[in-house]
């Protein structure tokens, strides 16, 4: 199978809606690799572990993770996503739950993993909860999201249709200490030096370039610009840095709590 037939194969199985990130597209990847930099930064807390990924999506995460981890489980609502993780990705366990009931016992997980999740649920409280159940003591939690400061800077009301409420750095803080939990890393992530090269390219943002080609998409359309389009492809995850500086400004929240 050519890469190109695999990438079609994949975005007719989890029918793109903008809801998640698929990999081996052209189109989608600045998205997947500045996901994939937060999961590589986050994945020598799985080395050895149980892990949860609660809100797997596509599974590229979930695969990662079990490169490292003593075995991993992908948890996604939604059915066809989860046989298609269930097929892709022989190494992980898949289970199909809604977040809010973790369908596991209490203290019987060493991580839970959720990454760019939290912003589409309406009970983010109560998901906390249950992921502090499940958690053994000294357990940790692997968050990551967007912040709301840079993602919907001018709006409560998140911009993305599939987004419920979006958190600022101290907003995230906050909610993962009324959990129970203690807030051992906060950090935000940028873009790295090739990023910020191509945002000056593109009259400041990379970002904004895309969006310009989206929202002016007819369905069925395509329309991306030759040029464009060959430097989101040339993105890598290293091309994204995470660190505690300048958190206000920084694109996602990357947190790691533990469980008392």
Do not use: K
């Amino acid at each position: 199978m050519t890469p190109s037939t695999e990438a079609a194969g994949r975005a007719e199985a989890l029918h793109l809606t903008g809801e998640r990130t698929v990999p081996g597209i052209p189109e989608e990847n600045y998205w997947f690799r500045r996901h994939e930099a937060a999961y590589l930064a986050l994945l020598p807390y799985c080395a050895g572990a149980t892990v949860l990924e609660a809100g797997c999506g596509e599974g590229y995460g979930a695969g990662l993770i079990a490169s490292r981890a003593a075995r991993v489980i992908a948890l996604d609502y939604d059915e066809p996503t989860a046989a298609h993780v269930a097929r892709r990705y022989p190494d992980v366990g898949v289970l199909r739950a809604n977040l809010a009931y973790l369908p596991l016992g209490t203290s019987t997980v060493d991580v839970v993993a959720n990454f760019q999740v939290i912003e589409h649920l309406w009970d983010q409280g109560g998901f906390l909860a249950e992921c502090h159940r499940v958690l053994r003591p000294g357990g940790r939690l692997l968050v990551t999201t967007p912040n709301r400061l840079t993602f919907t800077p001018d709006s409560d009301t998140p911009l993305n249709p599939f987004h419920t409420r979006e958190l600022a750095p101290s907003e995230l803080d906050s909610l993962l200490r009324e959990a129970g939990f203690g807030v051992e890393l906060l950090h935000g992530l940028h873009h790295g030096p090739g990023v910020r090269a191509l945002d000056e390219r593109y009259g400041g943002s990379i970002i904004d370039a895309q969006l310009d080609v989206v929202l002016g998409q007819l369905p069925g359309q395509a329309s991306w610009p030759a040029g464009l389009l060959a430097d989101i492809a040339a993105i890598g995850a290293a091309d994204f840095a995470i660190h505690d500086r300048e958190l206000d400004a920084s694109l996602d929240l990357v947190a790691v709590a533990v469980r008392p």
